[in-house]
């Protein structure tokens, strides 16, 4: 039984007046940013910043990639208040040791700082990937399909953009101040799809870096292969490694860098162009 949620939309955007390089005034666009504080059954979990966008399945997302929640039907329902900035969700069994489960808390690189409960490394060793690969067409069929995405970031700048693909298909795409907030929305939207959707087919594209927490998320979501229009870290490449999970950066026009898990990748070099013109981006 899927939970019962609110749909409590915010603006993304808010319009201030600026002064521009030639001492003109302006008005433009830049991406709003709310605390959403997490009440789990009446008792304060964390607080979230984020844009607003799709608040309940961030929530939900956020619960399930902590591992608090193992399955859906675990939620009975997710109410957001943005009155009161505040997001109850009630479960229908409880959590079990929630306490113990929370009381420790790391802090996470970037932007919007994420948190995560427990050891990062938990559980990683008993994650299996299932079989799956992409072709470099697929690829640059993403790298595309984000291009021509509308996205708050082109209006207002200052967000990141996570999507989930199946091939070159775009199956959702979701903004947030960080991008572990989008990630867990997206999370929290497979798991209120109709049908158990898994991540064996699918593929996860981020315009952010790929840090540890980013990859150990993925994987928890059942998706092998990831895409980001940035780098890796040191420690997120140990993780995808001892994973086995398709890990590929720098993605821009045809250029891309595959850090690990290269047998998923089917390559296709003759579609790369002129090797010789290919200008590494070291930003």
């Known amino acids: 039984m899927l939970p019962h949620l609110t749909q409590a939309r915010a603006p993304l955007t808010r319009a201030v007046t600026v002064i521009n390089e030639f001492g003109a005034s302006e008005t433009v666009s830049i991406p709003a940013e709310r605390a959403l504080t997490v009440y789990v059954d009446r008792r304060e979990l964390v607080t979230l910043m984020t844009l607003g966008a799709q608040p309940e399945l961030l929530v939900l997302g956020f619960l399930r990639n902590q591992r608090l929640v193992a399955t859906v039907d675990e939620v009975d329902s997710i109410t957001v208040d943005w009155d009161v900035g505040a997001a109850a969700v ?15 808390r790391v802090v996470t690189t ?8 427990g050891d990062l490394m938990a559980e990683v060793d008993s994650i299996e990937l299932p079989p799956a690969t992409l072709t470099q067409t697929e690829l640059y069929g993403i790298v595309n399909a984000i291009r021509l995405q509308e996205t708050t970031y082109k209006s207002s700048g200052s967000v990141h953009g996570c999507a989930l693909f199946k091939g070159a298909q775009m199956l959702v795409f979701i903004e947030d101040v960080g991008r572990h907030n989008a990630l867990d929305t997206i ?18 594209y981020t315009t952010g870096r790929l840090t540890s927490e980013m990859v150990i998320k993925s994987a928890q979501m059942g998706v092998p292969i990831v895409v ?49 013109a290919r200008v590494v981006d070291t930003v």
């Not at 009630?90 to 420790?104: C, L, P, V, Y």
């Not at 994973?243 to 250029?255: E, F, V």
């Open 90 to 104: 009630k479960t229908r069994q409880g959590i079990s040791d929630i306490e113990a489960r929370t009381a420790k």
């Open 110 to 117: 970037g932007c919007g700082q994420g948190s995560v409960f």
């Open 187 to 204: 999370a929290g939207w497979m798991w209120m799809q109709d049908e158990k959707m898994l991540g064996a087919d699918k593929v996860f």
């Open 228 to 276: 980001s229009r940035s780098g890796i870290t040191h420690m997120g490449l140990e993780v995808a490694q001892r994973l086995g999970l398709c890990a590929i950066g720098r993605a821009t026009n045809k250029r891309f860098l595959c850090y690990s898990g290269v047998e998923r990748l089917q390559l296709q070099p003759e579609l790369a162009g002129n090797a010789a």
